[in-house]
């Protein structure tokens, strides 16, 4: 059956992806069951989008229970989950905004995209439309955001892209980059595919000051550090910043495709503007108000910070043991990497670490990284760090 289902998967599906043929066909929260019975701890959570676990309770629950009333009637209409959820993520986070809802992170980046450009155009003596992201970003696979997106090995091919981006190498830079036609700095306060490295929190305020006063948007990407992966719901609040735009998604429905554009500029789109035939639908946003349920749970009462502390300690502890292979520990909340001395041993680590069933990824050149279910148990915790370490013991 599994050679069947790899050759089917190889003959009719676009090859996209370097693909493991692990076969898994059931979860208990931080672990995956492969169709022999094999049982694998989950580090990665499926990039970030389990976020309460693999089959949780409550939120099968509520998904069923939705799905037996009604999955979908458009946004002609008024959806009860969706106003609900949008009402949710202003309370937990603080900001005086309203909520836009896609289907993904980079359809969230494009209405921010949107945003930004419409704001560039009706705010000023003359039309802005320039927007600055920063080196070894990642903002999505479209068109524009893949333009957004400051690697140049992911534009061979897709070209001619949209004008108006402009790439500075760090939070300095973006100063040098302004123009009078910028409207937007568009960033990632840890960037995911970049080396899970957190930009200093007090530059990170400087340079939303120092936008604010040249009435420039900031926006903040959180579609991997959003839904309580810092600690916080949102990265910006550990940040002590309020921005314009924050974009969000993997995390936010547990698996549910969802997307969500949260902006201060409460009136910046009119109806036609901007829209989505599946976005904020009655499923998606129905598992999005169970799952913020359970993480705000874990959050009031203390076991986020625990769970966050202690996979810390456990990852010091690797690099410490295995110094001649870890260079450092590094990350915010449960977005965390351990740096590797070369891709060559970053590469075998990976591939001994499935091999000893953990699922670990990898970030930038040489970064193993860790996105472990937010719900995931100390006794979870402990059975994959002693299997990485037998891992490392046969590096």
């Not at 007090?202 to 006063?213: G, H, R, S, V, Y």
């Not at 043991?321 to 075998?348: A, H, W, Y």
């Not at 006794?379 to 891992?391: I, P, T, W």
């Amino acid at each position: 059956m599994q050679e069947n289902l790899e050759q089917m998967d190889k003959d009719y599906v676009l090859h996209t992806y370097a693909r493991n043929y692990t076969h898994f066909i059931k979860g208990e929260n931080a672990k995956l069951y492969d169709e022999k019975g094999e049982d694998y701890i989950d580090f990665a959570s499926g990039i970030a989008v389990c976020s309460v676990g693999h089959g949780n309770k409550r939120l099968a629950n509520a998904i069923c229970d939705q799905a037996n009333k009604l999955i979908h009637t458009s946004n002609l209409y008024l959806i009860e989950h969706q106003a609900k959820l949008a009402k949710k993520l202003v309370e937990l986070s603080g900001y005086d905004m309203r909520v836009f809802f896609a289907n993904s992170g980079a359809e969230a980046n494009e209405g921010a995209l949107k945003i930004a450009r419409k704001y560039g155009e009706v705010n000023g003596e003359i039309k802005r439309y320039q927007i600055i992201t920063l080196e070894s970003s990642f903002h999505g696979r479209t068109i524009s955001t893949l333009k957004a997106t400051a690697q140049s090995k992911m534009h061979n091919f897709f070209g001619p892209f949209p004008d108006g981006f402009v790439y500075a190498k760090d939070l300095q830079d973006v100063k040098n980059k302004v123009s009078n036609i910028t409207c937007a700095v568009l960033l990632e306060l840890v960037q995911g595919e970049g080396g899970i490295t957190p930009f200093p929190k007090e530059e990170i305020q400087e340079l939303a000051n120092f936008l604010k006063e040249k009435d420039i948007l900031l926006m903040i990407d959180e579609v991997q550090t959003g839904i309580y992966r810092s600690g916080e719901l949102f990265a910006s609040q550990v940040y002590g910043i309020t921005p314009d735009v924050i974009t969000t998604a993997k995390g936010l429905a547990g698996g549910v495709p969802i997307g969500a554009v949260l902006t201060r500029l409460k009136d910046i789109f009119a109806p036609s503007d901007h829209g989505s035939t599946f976005g904020g639908n009655f499923l998606s946003t129905r598992a999005g108000l169970e799952v913020l349920s359970i993480l705000e749970e874990e959050k009031q009462s203390g076991a986020l910070q625990s769970k966050i502390a202690y996979f810390s300690q456990k990852l010091q502890e690797l690099k410490k043991e295995f110094g001649e292979i870890f260079t450092e520990e590094i990350g915010l909340g449960l977005m965390r990497g351990l740096r590797v001395k070369d891709l060559e041993s970053l590469n075998k680590f990976l591939e001994l670490s499935h091999k000893n069933r953990v699922l670990v990824l990898k970030s930038g050149k040489n970064t193993a990284r860790f996105l472990p279910p937010l719900t995931i148990t100390q006794e979870e915790m402990d059975e994959g760090f002693q299997r990485l370490k037998k891992a490392l013991l046969e590096m």
